[in-house]
């Protein structure tokens, strides 16, 4: 599943507006290049009722890096930015959601030289489902190795959340989708796991907590970094280095990590039960912990999370 993206206001350019007034021109031009940077959020209700924002500054200091990195500049400030995702929350009375921060170039020139376009800034926030569904985190998910190749280091830049580089990732998930499964694993061109549609992958082989190194062609995840964080703080040691898939089909467990997707189990790979066919052990005390970091009182973490 993913969320039905509707509310009552938007947040566009410094101020909010209702709905259906946050509308752009068909000549904008990113909707044609694709010349735009996102984030994802994730806001979560806590057990003592308020409402958090994860990491939101490490959100938005990545959304001006992956603006840099596409060489255009944003036109409003980093905490004028923050202020608004947490407007936009309450202004649409969400208690947990989902938010979701675009950089874009608008309406004026286009070509693939065109300079002096607008920079607009908007941010949506909507309730989230699951987006790999309900039981994926409780019973683990299906997945299959991509025949889609992640792009090369020099060719796809992937440290960033670009706009148009997301097409790739949406064709990878419509095609796990065609073939029956729940999410896909994508390879580099030398053969090594890289990462899902839109998310980080972690194994565990042989009792060790492997995850792909950020000098592989991946998104270095806030999630991933998370993860990494508690693990080693529960006395898991995680190692960064690079696998083949076959390492995928005799782990003992494998999970994806990310904004949408937290941490999720996956039982099967290419028709190949992963370890004993349900979550491991390890899987389990890291979706605890990560969970308990978010929501808990006795948060080992607060500066990750920024109050509503």
């Not at 979701?100 to 607009?120: I, K």
């Not at 683990?140 to 440290?159: D, E, F, L, Q």
């Not at 083949?244 to 990310?258: C, I, Q």
């Not at 970091?293 to 973490?301: E, K, N, V």
Request: with cysteine.
């Amino acid at each position: 599943m993913s969320g039905g993206v509707r509310a009552s206001h938007v947040w566009f350019d410094g101020k909010l507006v209702p709905y259906d007034d946050a509308q752009v021109h068909v000549s904008a031009f990113t909707l044609h290049y694709g010349l735009g940077a996102f984030e994802g959020v994730r806001a979560y209700r806590r057990d003592d009722g308020s409402t958090v924002l994860f990491r939101l500054g490490d959100h938005i200091e990545r959304l001006f890096e992956s603006a840099k990195i596409a060489a255009f500049e944003i036109p409003i400030e980093r905490a004028e930015i923050e202020a608004g995702c947490r407007e936009v929350v309450k202004a649409n009375g969400l208690q947990e959601g989902y938010v979701r921060p675009l950089a874009f170039t608008g309406a004026g020139m286009l070509g693939m030289g065109a300079r002096g376009n607008p920079v607009h800034v908007v941010v949506i926030a909507f309730p989230w489902d699951s987006v790999l569904g309900a039981e994926a985190s409780r019973k683990g998910i299906r997945a299959h190795v991509s025949s889609y190749t992640r792009g090369p280091m020099n060719g796809a830049m992937s440290k960033a959340k670009i706009v148009g580089q997301y097409a790739t990732s949406v064709i990878v998930k419509r095609d796990s989708q065609r073939l029956g499964y729940d999410e896909a694993i994508m390879l580099d061109g030398e053969g090594r796991v890289a990462e899902g549609s839109a998310e980080n992958v972690f194994v565990v082989w042989k009792g060790q907590l492997y995850t792909p190194p950020l000098d592989l062609p991946i998104l270095a995840g806030i999630t991933r970094a998370s993860v990494m964080t508690l693990a080693r703080q529960a006395g898991i040691d995680v190692v960064e280095r690079s696998f083949s898939r076959d390492m995928l089909y005799t782990a003992d467990e494998v999970f994806l990590t990310g904004t949408a997707t937290e941490v999720t189990p996956v039982r099967e790979i290419d028709g190949r039960v992963v370890g004993k066919g349900e979550p491991g052990p390890i899987t389990r005390r890291l979706q605890d912990a990560f969970f308990n970091s978010i929501r808990s009182a006795q948060s080992p973490h607060p500066a990750w999370l920024t109050a509503v």
